[in-house]
């Protein structure tokens, strides 16, 4: 008998996907709202093009950020949650192979993980 079902694992994934998408949603939300709250009276200047600020460039610019309460850094966190999400997907999968013993299915999950890791680390993507 086993002890983890597929449809247990299913369940885990879905819940896993919604809670990260809306932790996510909300902390973008929040962050907009600190960002609106601290520069919604600022005027645009449409001639000259700024781009991304350096602090949320970076995880540690993106923390600290944070701690001082910048929108943006908030917003970006939300980005990296977002993204991550799809990601806890994978490793959950690989640690449910692992219980249900499909070394298969584990060596895939695995893989996609090593190129996402990769494709993260060395900047190229696709």
Same mark, same amino acid.
């Given at each position: ?61 993106? +923390?600290?950020? /944070? ?9 970006? @966190? !939300? %980005?990296? $949650? =977002? ?8 490793? +959950?999968?690989? /640690? ?9 299915? @584990? !060596? %895939?999950? $695995? =893989? ?15």
């Amino acid at each position: 008998m086993k002890l983890f079902k597929d449809k247990d694992m299913q369940l885990l994934l879905s819940h896993v996907l919604r809670a990260g998408t809306i932790v996510s949603i909300s902390v973008v939300i929040f962050g907009g709202l600190v960002f609106m709250y601290r520069h919604g009276h600022s005027v645009s200047d449409y001639h000259t093009f700024n781009g991304v600020p350096v602090f949320v460039r970076n995880a540690s610019g993106i +923390f600290h950020g /944070i701690l001082a309460f910048k929108g943006q850094a908030i917003i970006q @966190l !939300g %980005i990296v $949650l =977002l993204i991550a999400t799809p990601i806890l997907r994978i490793v +959950f999968s690989a /640690i449910g192979f692992v219980l249900e013993k499909d070394y298969m299915y @584990l !060596g %895939i999950s $695995l =893989l996609v993980l090593g190129i996402i890791f990769f494709s993260m680390m060395s900047g190229h993507a696709g």
